[in-house]
């Protein structure tokens, strides 16, 4: 089922997740303990990233090195086995960046082999490694591109000429920052990003994770003030570790509110994950509560505290 039937057809609130693929070189039956524990919440669906190429430097014998680490694999096959083996609907994310359209097509074209219908498209992060583009191959720049794409092979048009296939029928998501992106130069001139990806053929939004609830609301009545009317999913993730003060708003670029920064700061180890949870909890209730679609945690690789969070939600 799509991402926007299972919001229409919804009697009561629901609880989605977003997790990452293995590493490069190992198996997925971490992943897989992981989804067995998150499919006991009954998720509609869940989310799998999408990871491309990267320049890393490491420092050697010789000085420091360059090189190019690859892609972290497995997005394809955990999207098949949490689909086909437990039934839930899977969501991959499809990239521009690390990504030629020709890739884009093909990837596409295996997860409707799949019976996957659904797909988040974004831009994805600057990992430094920008693909050669040789042979007539094209890349996508932006989401609002990617998305047009995947909205063109819907309508049957694909980038292989020769390519006898009926249109897809993909239900595409895409991505909005309450907080505004941190290159955009304000938060109005991304709402208009959000608005042009929506016409390009995005169907619902997922938010970047936030901790203050008031962000989302505000967040969404820009979005309905520019015209765009499709559901706005917000992102949350539960925080237990004393370091994520830091490093969640340097990668993620979004704020923690005082109150909860102080005292996730000032618990002593054993209750910083009940500080994180009941954070959680009470976000997720009120926006519930207060006509959010659903919420959608980022998960990232261990179920504990989603457990915990789940345990108190009425959902």
């Not at 320049?55 to 680490?69: C, D, L, N, P, S």
């Not at 996508?140 to 309508?155: E, K, P, T, Y």
């Not at 993909?170 to 938060?187: D, Q, W």
């Not at 979005?223 to 370091?243: D, H, N, Q």
Request: charged share 25%; glycine share 6%.
């Amino acid at each position: 089922m799509k991402v926007t039937e299972h919001l229409e057809k919804a009697t009561n609130p629901f609880v989605t997740f977003e997790i990452i693929p293995p590493k490069r070189g190992s198996s997925a039956k971490e992943v897989l303990r992981l989804v067995d524990e998150l499919s006991q919440h009954r998720p509609p669906f869940i989310d799998i990233t999408s990871h491309p190429a990267e320049i890393v430097y490491e420092e050697t014998a010789e000085g420091i090195q360059r090189h190019v680490k690859r892609k972290r694999p497995g997005t394809l096959g955990v999207c098949a086995l949490i689909q086909n083996k437990y039934g839930i609907d899977a969501v991959p994310h499809v990239l521009c960046r690390g990504f030629t359209q020709q890739e884009t097509e093909d990837f596409l074209i295996e997860l409707r082999y799949l019976g996957i219908d659904n797909v988040l498209a974004i831009r994805g992060d600057d990992k430094g490694y920008t693909k050669p583009l040789t042979g007539g191959r094209t890349r996508n720049d932006f989401a609002s591109d990617l998305i047009g794409q995947i909205h063109a092979m819907n309508q049957g048009q694909f980038l292989d000429a020769h390519l006898d296939a009926e249109p897809t029928t993909f239900c595409v998501g895409c991505s909005g920052y309450p907080e505004k992106h941190f290159e955009a130069p304000n938060l109005a001139s991304d709402i208009r990003r959000v608005k042009e990806k929506v016409d390009a053929g995005a169907e619902y939004v997922v938010t970047q994770m936030f901790f203050d609830n008031q962000k989302y609301f505000d967040f969404v009545d820009q979005l309905r003030a520019e015209g765009v009317t499709v559901p706005v999913i917000p992102g949350l993730k539960v925080l237990t570790l004393r370091k994520h003060l830091t490093s969640i708003p340097r990668v993620f670029h979004c704020d923690i509110p005082e109150v909860f920064a102080r005292e996730l700061d000032s618990a002593d180890k054993k209750h910083r994950m009940e500080v994180g949870v009941q954070w959680a909890v009470r976000q997720a209730r009120e926006l519930l509560e207060k006509g959010a679609p659903s919420v959608h945690f980022y998960v990232m690789s261990s179920a504990k505290s989603i457990n915990q969070v789940m345990a108190q939600l009425d959902v």
